[in-house]
């Protein structure tokens, strides 16, 4: 296919949950089973590799050229400065590692005597270095690839990088406080959200996130990994209206549901009408042939996250998943209004794979 087919194809799974429309398939190989065609320099140091904006156009372009992108699958380029950047933004001290940037390791808020004030900081050095490479990467792809929001997180996470685990005890001691931090955290969130939309829109390749499915209209992963240490009281207080405000505001949206934690959330998530999608991440509690621990998406639990999903009319998104489970989820639940993302290793499993998808589960 190419890129206006599977533009096609990624615009219908946006649409609502249809009976027969199938499933959508990513998969994603090495463009020849031989020596990649296009050579990746290593970065000269941690700060090249997440601050240089030469290098992210390198690994774009290097992905462009080493990768095949089969069936449903487009090119996203992420804007990857770490998971919930907002946080910095506000005043989080941040750390540049060599597998991420972290804003958790010294929070700045110590006490709720004073008043604390959240405001976007535009003239924070990631703030500028999150536009440019923003603005590189749409420039550079001319049509060819899509260039995702940056993570701008989750909003109670968010806080909690800036406050740390005593705002668990927060939550039960100070929960004007924390919700008034919320809803200021939330109006940051929608007015960053905006300014990076304003930046993407123009070029016309469609607007993704780290997870890599294109739209036509602006969409973001909601998420709040932090739930799995409160109760649905608490989520139902301190959580959802803040999920409803922000999905309401930006129109549609895909739930990132961080493992068996969070399952005891998912009636009220469902509930949200912006959510089109769930995203499901299973724990990798399961051993290979080597003893090696792997996610598995057609165990019994997962099966049933899908099931509840499309009962309430939702998607389902999975990505990583092993191209030998693909077969045991669809016989569970069905193929409509499933997005799978795979990785078979080479060129040809990938070809035999998306045969086999065309005669089984694409229509």
Known sequence: MDMEQKRARHRRFWQP??????????????????????????????????????????????????TYFGQDAIQCEFVNFGPGV??????????????????????????????????????????????EHTRALCEHSKGRYAVSFTDIGGQLDVLYSMRGEELLMDLLEYPDEVLAAEAQIDRE???????????IGPTGCGYTNWIPLVHDKPWYPLQCDMSVMISPAMFEEFVLPSLA????????????????????????????????????????????????FYQDFADKESIDVYRKTLAAGKKVVLLGVRPNQISAIFDAVGCDGVFIETYPGSRSRADELIDFAAKEWIR
């Open 17 to 66: 949950l249809q009976k027969g429309e199938g499933a959508y398939l990513s998969v994603v190989a090495p463009v020849s089973d031989g020596q990649p065609p296009y050579h990746l320099r290593k970065a000269e140091s941690v700060e090249e590799n997440w601050l240089s904006t030469q290098y992210r156009l390198e690994k774009a372009e290097a992905r462009m050229q080493n």
């Open 86 to 131: 907002q946080a910095a933004l506000l005043g989080a001290p941040y750390a540049i590692t060599k597998d991420s940037i972290w804003f958790d390791r010294q929070p700045p808020i110590k006490d709720w005597e004073h008043p604390v004030v959240f405001k976007t900081d535009p003239e924070h050095p990631l703030y500028h270095a999150i536009a």
């Open 189 to 199: 969130f929608i007015e960053y959200f905006n300014t990076l939309q304003k930046m």
């Open 245 to 292: 405000k922000v999905a309401a505001s930006i129109g549609q949206a895909v739930y990132h549901l961080d493992g068996p934690g969070e399952i005891k959330h998912l009636d009220m998530i469902l509930s949200l009408p912006e959510v089109h999608a769930v995203q499901w991440v299973p724990l990798p509690n399961t051993k290979d042939q080597n003893g090696r």
